[in-house]
């Protein structure tokens, strides 16, 4: 067995819809003018909590999770239909981190809490947005934004009201089985529970739900055994449980590593009200003399134990009272609130590329080529559409205007270097005039496979430039 409390996988945007160049063809209709539609925004990927699912087990063999492209610009300025989002179901308590980078991009809460993980990708522009006084029949559009793609880890950390946790073998599942509806694997060796398990408790017409947290033990906030796998559960209780044996001779020894544990993983769940369960008192006499001796010494201390016997019953309906009496003293959960915080904390949603200027950018020289660094720059050239002339000068002016130019030029750039900003890469040229620039464009159309139209050459004005 296997306990699917994490999870990996991948998940991309939908690319946004290519624009379109199309011009309004009429009877009586004179110089009808750019009629192209813009492409539709591809779709987003949300991830949703759903109460009705309880583990990651369900991402074992379905890893790859994409939206929908946007479609394409069409004739007469028709827009693009937006792709429909991709939305990931997963367990409340599930937190989302960006695997590269570590950062936590969504916490998941309660059931039916969403969030956008990562938006889809912009559709590109059709020739009639580029109309302007001084161009009224442009031959240009955009591609559409490829959508953002990343590998995501998922970490289930159960939302439970009562923690129950302590040393393996001291009888928590057995106390878990006895308080609520929950049916454990239970036997006489360590580590028999290796996943976490809950239960439903009613008591006063109030539910309350436990989780069995397996695989404590000394060293385990350094992953030693099965601890450093299910310490992060601990975090979502409210109040600990913590069942010590009383068979063993050294049970504050054993409650006292537990403690420690805990703190050093995080000094916050320390801090949450604890109730002790002195468990197995009716394996021997030595075992309830010795359970009465610890319930004053840790009354000495202010803390709350209990005598009980999981496998009898004997003293577990006082110990769920006391339980729902600590539960009852604390506020009541705010999880919308939680949701909001953490999405305050995070900020906006938004493109890499959103609220970055052109001139934000960086060049790395490399034996190979210039390397062009920037997520604006990257972006505008990976959304022009070059087989339209208009959009090859539009690129040269964007560079010059934008600072790229003079950078290149003062970091060495010469005549026939290997330019790379993206995935596009070109060779570096001086020489700007719109001649040049349609020699340069002619000669890569003229690498495209054979039967494919050149589209925008019509503007092209033959005389020398």
């Known amino acids: 067995m296997r306990c699917f409390d994490t999870a990996k996988i991948y998940v991309k945007a939908g690319d946004g819809g290519r624009g379109m160049v199309a011009f309004r063809r009429e009877a009586f209709v004179a110089q009808g003018g750019p009629y192209g539609g813009n492409g539709g925004n591809g779709g987003a990927i949300y991830f949703e909590a759903d109460e009705g699912i309880n583990s990651l087990v369900g991402f074992r063999k379905k890893v790859h999770h994409r939206a929908e492209p946007g479609g394409n610009g069409g004739g007469k300025k028709m827009q693009g239909s ?7 179901l997963v367990p409340p308590g599930t937190v989302v981190r960006n695997s590269q980078t570590g950062e936590v991009i969504a916490e998941m809460f309660a059931h039916g809490h969403r969030e956008m993980i990562i938006p889809g990708g912009r559709g590109g522009r059709g020739n009639a947005s580029f109309k302007t006084a001084k161009n009224k029949a442009p031959q240009i559009a955009e591609n559409g934004e490829e959508g953002m793609e990343m590998w995501v880890e998922m970490e289930l950390r159960l939302v439970a009201d009562v923690g129950i946790i302590g040393v393996p073998n001291a009888g928590k599942s057995t106390l878990l089985a006895g308080v609520s509806n929950a049916k454990p694997k239970i036997a006489d060796y360590p580590f028999t529970t290796i996943v976490p398990n809950l239960g439903v408790v009613e008591r006063d017409y109030a539910r309350m739900v436990f989780a069995d ?18 310490l992060r559960h601990v975090k979502r209780t409210r109040v600990l449980v913590h069942v010590l044996d009383c068979t ?11 403690r420690n544990e805990i703190h050093l993983f995080d000094p916050e769940v320390g801090e949450k009200p604890e109730i002790v ?6 394996a021997s006499e030595e075992a309830a003399t010795r359970a009465l001796e610890l319930q004053e010494e840790f009354r000495d201390f202010g803390i709350d134990a209990h005598v009980v016997s999981a496998l009898d019953g004997s003293g577990v309906a006082e110990l769920v009272t006391a339980t729902k009496k600590a539960l009852d003293a604390l506020p009541p959960v705010d999880y919308e609130a939680e949701a909001r915080a953490a999405e305050a904390r995070r900020g906006t949603v938004a493109r890499a590329a959103d609220g970055k200027e052109l001139s ?10 210039f390397y062009v660094k920037g997520a604006a720059i990257e ?22 205007m934008s600072g790229v130019e ?8 010469g005549e026939g270097d290997r330019i790379v900003i993206g995935k596009y890469e070109f060779e570096w040229s001086r020489d700007n005039r719109t001649g040049a620039l349609y020699e340069s464009w002619k000669a890569k159309m003229d690498e495209k496979p054979a039967g494919t139209t050149q589209q ?6 033959h005389a020398a430039g």
């Open 360 to 369: 934000d950018f960086e060049i790395v020289d490399d034996p190979y080529a």
């Open 406 to 413: 003079q950078a290149l030029n003062s970091a060495g750039a």
């Open 213 to 230: 947290i397996p695989g404590l033990l000394e060293g385990a906030s350094e992953g030693i055994g099965l601890g450093f796998e299910f």
């Open 248 to 258: 063993s001779k050294d049970v504050m020894d054993e409650y006292e590593a537990i």
């Open 82 to 88: 937006d792709g429909r989002d991709r939305t990931v």
């Open 379 to 400: 972006r505008f050239v990976q959304m022009t559409n070059w087989d339209y002339f208009e959009s090859f000068k539009r690129f040269a002016q964007v560079l010059k």
């Open 456 to 461: 925008g050459s019509r503007h092209w004005p």
């Open 277 to 282: 369960a002195l468990n197995k008192v009716d």
